[in-house]
Structure formats: structure tokens, C-alpha cells
């Protein structure tokens, strides 16, 4: 078998013409992506000035290695799970309602239109 050579993604554009995005892309690699990741192109980290920080290769490197947690072989179905302890609630006493006073009124004699209105009904 004969390996052929990468083709080149071509694109027309709406006026007719093609773009090699590729092409495009390697030779804007160095500049400033638009956004707030203070990123190039290519994806290496900026600094206030423009320069890089840290290289794409040094951020996936660095993501890696971070330790994500154990792994467990075991499926999930075969895994036994601890039996679920009860819930102990402990009970409050319940509140005692408040106790009012009510204090005796002394009916004073109606004047006016509520005098006037006690007849009708």
C-alpha cells in the first residue's frame, strides 16, 4: 500500500474563494486569543506583557499529574456497600404554649353613631 499525503482542508468562502485554515492557523499561532484565558493561539499561557508563562505542553503535563483518586477494579454492582446505620433524632420537648392574661373590660356606654347603629341590624 502507498501512503498518500495529507490532504489540505480547503474552504470556499461565500464569495468564491478558498482558504487554506491550516495555513491560517499556523501563521497566527503567536497571537493573543480573544477572551480573558490570557492565552495564545496555540494555547500557551501569556503574561501581562505578551510573553509566555507556561507552555501548552507544561499545562497538560501539570494536569496529568494531579492525582484524581483512588481507582477501584471492581465493578460497582459487585462492590459491597455498608449496611446504612440508622438515623438517631433526638426529640425536642415540645413548646409549651404562652399563657395570657386577659383582663377584664368595663363596657363604657356608646355614643355617637355606634349608639345610633346598635339597634339595627
Known amino acids: 500500500m502507498v501512503a498518500r499525503a495529507p490532504r489540505k482542508r480547503m474552504y470556499r468562502t461565500m464569495q468564491g474563494r478558498y482558504i487554506d485554515i491550516e495555513k491560517l492557523r499556523g501563521a497566527n499561532e503567536d497571537a493573543r486569543a480573544v477572551g480573558n484565558m490570557n492565552v495564545n493561539a496555540r494555547g500557551d499561557v501569556l503574561g501581562r506583557s505578551g510573553q509566555v508563562v507556561e507552555t501548552k505542553q507544561e499545562v497538560v503535563k501539570k494536569y496529568y499529574e494531579m ?31 404562652k399563657v395570657t392574661r386577659r383582663t377584664k373590660t368595663t363596657s363604657t356606654p356608646k355614643k355617637g353613631i355606634d349608639a345610633a347603629l346598635d339597634g339595627i341590624e
Not at 84 to 97: L, R, V
Open 67 to 97: 492525582p484524581r483518586g483512588r481507582v477501584d477494579d471492581t465493578p460497582a454492582r459487585m462492590r459491597q456497600t455498608p449496611a446504612p446505620q440508622p438515623k438517631i433524632i433526638e426529640s425536642k420537648p415540645a413548646p409549651q404554649p
